[in-house]
């Protein structure tokens, strides 16, 4: 008698639907979505102090070529113009999605789907 009670739960349960399931398949795709956005802002923060570290060593060697107050200022308000115009430019490749490449947008777009 006892088997039967057994068999009996064990088909109930089997018949319910896991109510986690959902829950760790939203958990999964939360995490891969963490995964890109850590990895595309630590790529975008790289590129942007890299381009940041050239565009002041540029900005040096021309201070020191300077003769005048005058010349200083225009090395500066180029340096100024190249920096806004990065930190701009970031801006809107993270606005558009653009730093994403596309064989990264397909790999991540496979893990994104909804359960049936």
Request: overall charge negative.
């Amino acid at each position: 008698m006892a088997d039967l009670s057994q068999t009996q739960e064990a088909g109930r349960a089997d018949a319910q639907p896991d109510p986690t399931q959902p829950l760790a398949a939203a958990t999964e795709q939360t995490q891969h979505l963490v995964q890109a956005s850590i990895r595309t802002w630590a790529e975008e923060s790289q590129a942007f102090i890299d381009e940041m570290a050239h565009d002041s060593a540029e900005a040096m060697q021309a201070l020191q070529g300077c003769a005048s107050p005058i010349e200083v200022m225009a090395v500066e308000q180029r340096y100024l113009l190249a920096r806004t115009g990065a930190y701009v430019e970031a801006g809107w490749r993270a606005l558009l999605g653009a730093v994403v490449q596309p064989e990264e947008a397909a790999a991540d777009a496979a893990v994104f789907h909804l359960p049936d």
